[in-house]
């Protein structure tokens, strides 16, 4: 595409003070911190249940945090509702129903309200997924990986492929949009068990499908006994070919690992990569909120006993913290330009308050490095910007560092 020159060049700015003239999009995010087992690739906040859950209890403190955190969205509509872990399907449907009830009387959940939540395929789960939907989930996600058991024992889950295709096959039954979590470049796997895993996903005609390499992330068990994986240029052969196969089938990799039909993009996971706002309830939840002056960042207590006792002490959030006016073009950025169309110059100012000029010479340096596409209407990351995204972002944390 010809580029166009848009911008002068200005150096960056050194203003503190912000002024947001609108709010963004506000979702709202739910964390159930439990799994029956943890995951040796997982590195988020969860923790074996060992035995049932204490569902009651944390319904409670739920409501409670939220109804804590409602001065800071007092008035602002919520447009999704995301239910993450964890495993949320540990909770029962009568639990989600309480909830749903609760947001709407408490905070304005829009009527179209996109509602994900994210379940594990094991047949417990499972003939949980007619009561989800009639509590009001719109949209479930379920965090497959693989269909083939070897692979399945492989990365510790807890369910056989059998349970997987029942899953998959419920959800098609109960939901018209749903999302079926794969990974590629698992222990021992080769191309042609990656692209059949990914064969049996369409079979059952998924609005949506997250495709994810698997990686050794730092405090997981896989870190510290590391299996062994195929090399990088057989994953890059794998990711290839899957968003050869997947485009083939009519969907669209419209972010880095997700790929979804026409119309069934996931709002709530959009309003992320487009520096929405979103607060979250739970233990160990993280909140991005825009006020009138600044953007603050939230994370609830971690562990479930002490968000117990830190929400009954009335106060659940652990840490917050101020985003500096320097450091929200790097975390605009960072979500941004994991979007296939990138974003509008507008939509930078509006979500950073500050003028697009602030980049201007990284975006010139990108566009000449051919990672970038620059024009009066969109930047948007090349295919090569796409494939290393790392290295684009770097420059511009070094200026905003």
Same mark, same amino acid.
């Given at each position: 595409?010809?580029?166009?020159?848009? =911008?002068?060049?200005?150096?960056?700015?050194?203003?503190?003070?912000?002024?947001?003239?609108?709010?963004?999009?506000?979702?709202?995010?739910?964390?159930?911190?439990?799994?029956?087992?943890?995951?040796?690739?997982?590195?988020?906040?969860?923790?074996?249940?060992?035995?049932?859950?204490?569902?009651?209890?944390?319904?409670?403190?739920?409501?409670?945090?939220?109804?804590?955190?409602?001065?800071?969205?007092?008035?602002?509509?919520?447009?999704?509702? =995301?239910?993450?872990?964890?495993?949320?399907?540990?909770?029962?449907? &009568?639990?989600? !129903?309480?909830?749903?009830?609760?947001?709407?009387?408490?905070?304005?959940?829009?009527?179209?309200?996109?509602?994900? +939540?994210?379940?594990?395929?094991?047949?417990?789960?499972?003939?949980?997924?007619?009561?989800?939907?009639?509590?009001?989930?719109?949209?479930?996600?379920?965090?497959?990986?693989?269909?083939?058991?070897?692979?399945?024992?492989?990365?510790?889950?807890?369910?056989?492929?059998?349970?997987?295709?029942?899953?998959?096959? +419920?959800?098609?039954?109960? =939901?018209?949009?749903?999302?079926?979590? *794969?990974?590629?470049?698992?222990?021992?796997?080769?191309?042609?068990? &990656?692209?059949? !895993?990914?064969?049996?996903?369409?079979?059952?005609?998924?609005?949506?499908?997250?495709?994810?390499?698997?990686?050794?992330?730092?405090?997981?068990?896989?870190?510290?006994?590391?299996?062994?994986?195929?090399?990088?240029?057989?994953?890059? !052969?794998?990711?290839?070919?899957?968003?050869?196969? *997947?485009?083939?089938?009519?969907?669209?990799?419209?972010?880095?690992?997700?790929?979804?039909?026409?119309?069934?993009?996931?709002?709530?996971?959009?309003?992320?990569?487009?520096?929405?706002?979103? +607060?979250?309830?739970?233990?160990?939840?993280?909140?991005?909120?825009?006020?009138?002056?600044?953007?603050?960042?939230?994370?609830?207590?971690?562990?479930?006993?002490?968000?117990?006792?830190?929400?009954?002490?009335?106060?659940?959030?652990?840490?917050?913290?101020?985003?500096?006016?320097?450091?929200?073009?790097?975390?605009?950025?960072?979500?941004? *330009?994991?979007?296939?169309?990138?974003?509008?110059? %507008?939509?930078?100012?509006?979500?950073?308050?500050?003028?697009?000029?602030?980049?201007?010479?990284?975006?010139?340096?990108?566009?000449? %490095?051919?990672?970038?596409?620059?024009?009066?209407?969109?930047?948007?990351?090349?295919?090569?910007?796409?494939?290393?995204?790392?290295?684009?972002?770097?420059?511009?944390?070094?200026?905003?560092?």
């Amino acid at each position: 595409m010809r580029t166009i020159p848009i =911008f002068a060049e200005k150096p960056r700015s050194t203003v503190e003070t912000l002024e947001f003239r609108a709010s963004p999009p506000l979702s709202l995010y739910v964390h159930v911190p439990w799994c029956i087992r943890k995951c040796p690739y997982c590195d988020f906040n969860s923790h074996e249940a060992g035995g049932a859950v204490p569902e009651k209890e944390y319904v409670a403190a739920l409501l409670q945090d939220l109804q804590s955190a409602l001065p800071l969205i007092w008035g602002r509509p919520v447009v999704s509702v =995301f239910f993450g872990g964890g495993t949320p399907s540990l909770l029962s449907p &009568a639990a989600i !129903d309480e909830l749903l009830a609760a947001f709407r009387a408490l905070a304005r959940l829009t009527p179209d309200a996109e509602i994900t +939540l994210e379940a594990n395929p094991g047949t417990a789960e499972a003939g949980r997924f007619a009561g989800y939907r009639a509590a009001g989930v719109t949209r479930l996600s379920l965090g497959i990986q693989s269909f083939d058991d070897g692979h399945l024992q492989a990365l510790g889950r807890v369910h056989d492929s059998n349970e997987a295709r029942h899953a998959a096959e +419920l959800a098609s039954r109960h =939901f018209e949009t749903f999302n079926l979590d *794969l990974m590629y470049g698992l222990p021992g796997q080769s191309h042609a068990q &990656a692209l059949a !895993d990914v064969e049996q996903a369409l079979a059952f005609k998924p609005t949506h499908l997250s495709c994810y390499q698997l990686t050794l992330e730092p405090n997981t068990r896989f870190a510290a006994f590391p299996p062994e994986l195929p090399e990088s240029d057989q994953c890059a !052969d794998m990711q290839e070919a899957i968003e050869a196969r *997947l485009a083939a089938a009519g969907f669209r990799n419209y972010e880095t690992s997700a790929f979804a039909r026409p119309e069934w993009l996931c709002r709530h996971n959009l309003n992320y990569w487009q520096f929405g706002d979103y +607060l979250g309830i739970g233990a160990g939840a993280h909140s991005k909120l825009t006020l009138h002056d600044r953007v603050l960042r939230q994370m609830r207590w971690k562990h479930p006993k002490a968000y117990f006792e830190q929400v009954a002490a009335g106060t659940p959030v652990q840490d917050e913290q101020q985003v500096a006016a320097r450091d929200l073009p790097f975390e605009f950025l960072m979500n941004a *330009l994991r979007l296939a169309d990138g974003f509008a110059p %507008d939509l930078f100012e509006q979500r950073t308050s500050l003028p697009i000029s602030v980049i201007v010479p990284q975006l010139k340096a990108a566009e000449a %490095d051919g990672l970038l596409t620059v024009s009066a209407e969109q930047i948007a990351p090349t295919l090569q910007g796409r494939r290393f995204l790392n290295v684009l972002l770097e420059r511009f944390l070094a200026e905003g560092g």
